[in-house]
Structures are given as C-alpha cells and as structure tokens.
C-alpha cells in the first residue's frame, strides 16, 4: 500500500521560508513522480511542483519558479519541497501526490497525501 506522509507546514511571516517534506513508502515501481499541490481556501487544488525519482527532472509552476525548488532523498524515501520566498499567496494546504508522471490534473493521481498547512502571514 503506497503511503505519503506531508510534514513541516507552519506559520511565517512574509520573506521567509519553509521547507515541506513528503515521505513516501509502499511503491512497486521505481519510475514514479511525486508532486505537490496546494489548495488555497475557496480555490481550486493547483499543482505547484513536480520530481521524477528516477530521471530527477522537475517541473515548477510560473508562479513558484524561481522561489521554490524540489529534491529527492533516495536513501530516505523522501521529497522536499523548499519554499523561500514566501508570500502571502502562498498560503494553502500543501498535498504531495505520487504516480508513475507529473500529471497535470488532480484526478490523474492515484496516491495522495493528508496535506500540511502553510500559513504565510504579511
């Protein structure tokens, strides 16, 4: 069973930074590709950020380029997210999600997280 666990959501203020972690077991294939995803309140889930375990490419969302990158901890199962930069749009629920590509829909993912709360305050 494929399980992916979101941590290291908070609070912080305008400017700062955060960084997200999505650890991942249960996987039966290698080739997978975790993203992330946020969901602001009263808006639709976006996806934010994308990683190939296998290839290591990436795939950022315009509105993050440049703020916010991505990487994959093989030993440890684990994909961080680090946020800097942050601004007050940013605040949203952040979910990883995982399957075999960095689909472009929510509903093309089969394996989601709980999500974890980043809360940007100006």
């Known amino acids: 069973e494929v399980q992916l666990v979101e941590s290291g959501g908070g609070l912080v203020q305008a400017g700062g930074s955060l960084r997200l972690s999505c650890s991942t077991s249960?996987?039966?294939?290698?080739?997978?590709?975790i993203a992330w995803f946020r969901q602001a309140p009263g808006k639709e889930r976006e996806r934010v950020s994308c990683?190939?375990?296998?290839?290591?490419?990436?795939y950022f969302a315009d509105s993050v380029k440049g703020r916010f990158t991505i990487s994959i901890d093989n030993a440890k199962n684990t994909v961080n997210l680090q946020m800097n930069s942050l601004k007050p749009e940013d605040t949203a629920v952040y979910y990883c999600?995982?399957?075999?590509?960095?689909?472009?829909?929510?509903?093309?993912?089969?394996?989601w997280g709980k999500g974890t709360l980043v809360t940007v305050s100006s």
């Open positions: 990683i190939s375990k296998s290839s290591g490419s990436t």
């Open positions: 249960g996987f039966t294939f290698d080739d997978y590709t």
């Open positions: 999600a995982g399957d075999r590509i960095c689909f472009n829909t929510v509903r093309a993912f089969n394996y």
